[in-house]
Each structure stands twice: as structure tokens, then as C-alpha cells.
């Protein structure tokens, strides 16, 4: 625990908050040790271009049930829905957004080449752990850009966090990233904008 407050201008966390077991958490206890004004800087995987492709974002409720039920530990559920769904394509892992969005559409038309990474015995097994306690590293929640967006703003609006995004880069490669800015301003709620993000989310998350 690091014994600071109002202390830093800036923190990186790249790939790393998908793994955490509190969303909401994190960003507060960032909060606490940025200065005013203090910048949080996210690099997320894309849930399209890694093996979390065929898994659903993660939703609000998820993230309002963590914040107000902290645990150290992930889930049985949630590990066993990771350990079910998990994918690799043509033996990676993860893989590039096209360069050209209009070859998208055609690349998966004619290129899924995906494959479970895990059988049923490997899941129960994770399973049976998660359920007497053991702490087994997955990917906890799953983004796109706009889910991601949207999450934050809810937060935002329910007053749990104090943070804004103030500059997102849309996907390279696998990852997007989002920059979030410490902020006093109060949340408006902007019902066109909230639709907009929730059209283009569900939009980003069928595979």
C-alpha cells in the first residue's frame, strides 16, 4: 500500500485493469494519490483482438456490484465463464486490428480461425479453486473502446469517481488507450451522448 496522498502528477496502468476485482476501486484509489488536475492513463485490451473476443463487456452492474462488495479474489462464476469462452485465432492469443476498417468485415467473414483454449476439465478445476479461495489470474472484466467510455461516464454520473476522460486513441494493434484527468467539475447528464455510447458498444461487441 503505497502511504501517499496528492502526490503524483501522473500514473500508467497499462494491461492491467481488466485483471484487477474492484473497476470503480482502482480509479478512487488513483484519485487519492494524483494531485489536482492529476492525469490516469489506461492502455485496455480490446476484447475483438485477444482471446477474449467471444466474451460479452463487462456492465455496470458488475462493476457497481465490486464497489460495493470488494473482494480480493476473483469469482467461480467469472472464472468459469473465462475459462469456457477464451479463444485463441490461427494460434495466437492475440492479434492486430486491420489497418483498414473496410477489411474487417471481410477478414471475418473469411478468416475465423478460432479455437478454445481450455476443456472442461481445466475449467472445473479453476472453478473448484476460485470457490475455496484462490486467487487465479484472468482477465476479471472486458472492454471496447466505447464500453469502456461508457462505464466511465456512468461512474461518473453516480458520483463514484472524480476522474473524466479527457483524450481516448482508438484501437492499434490490440489495445486502445484512455486518458482520464482528476477533475472537480460535476458530471452532466447527457441522455444523447449516453445513447450514442451505448448503440456504438453494442455495435463493438458482436463478433
Not at 461518473?156 to 484501437?171: A, E, F, Q, S, Y
Request: glycine residues 6%.
Amino acid at each position: 500500500m503505497i502511504q501517499k496522498e496528492q502526490y503524483y502528477d501522473y500514473i500508467i496502468a497499462s494491461h492491467m485493469i481488466e485483471h484487477c476485482t474492484n473497476f470503480c476501486g482502482f480509479i478512487q484509489d488513483c484519485s487519492r494519490l494524483l494531485k489536482k488536475d492529476g492525469t490516469l492513463r489506461f492502455a485496455v485490451p480490446d476484447k475483438r483482438y485477444c482471446f477474449d473476443h467471444y466474451r460479452s463487456t463487462t456492465s455496470i452492474a458488475e462493476i457497481l456490484n465490486n464497489a460495493y462488495a470488494p473482494s480480493g479474489i476473483q469469482s467461480a462464476g467469472c472464472v468459469g465463464e473465462y475459462c469456457i469462452n477464451v479463444v485463441r485465432r490461427k494460434g495466437s492469443i492475440s492479434w492486430n486490428k486491420p489497418i483498414l476498417g473496410v477489411m474487417e468485415h471481410f477478414i471475418n467473414r473469411r478468416d475465423k480461425k478460432f479455437d478454445f483454449i481450455h476443456d472442461s476439465g481445466y475449467a472445473l478445476e479453476c472453478i473448484r479453486k476460485a470457490g475455496e479461495g484462490q486467487y487465479i489470474d484472468i482477465h476479471h472484466y472486458v472492454f471496447t473502446p466505447a464500453s469502456f467510455e461508457l462505464l466511465i461516464y456512468d461512474l461518473r454520473i453516480l458520483n463514484l469517481i472524480d476522474m473524466k476522460i479527457v483524450h481516448t486513441w482508438g484501437t492499434w494493434g490490440n489495445e486502445f488507450i484512455v486518458t482520464l484527468q482528476k477533475t472537480e467539475e460535476k458530471p452532466r447528464w447527457d441522455a444523447q451522448y449516453r445513447k450514442r455510447l451505448l448503440r456504438l458498444s453494442s455495435k463493438q461487441d458482436r463478433v
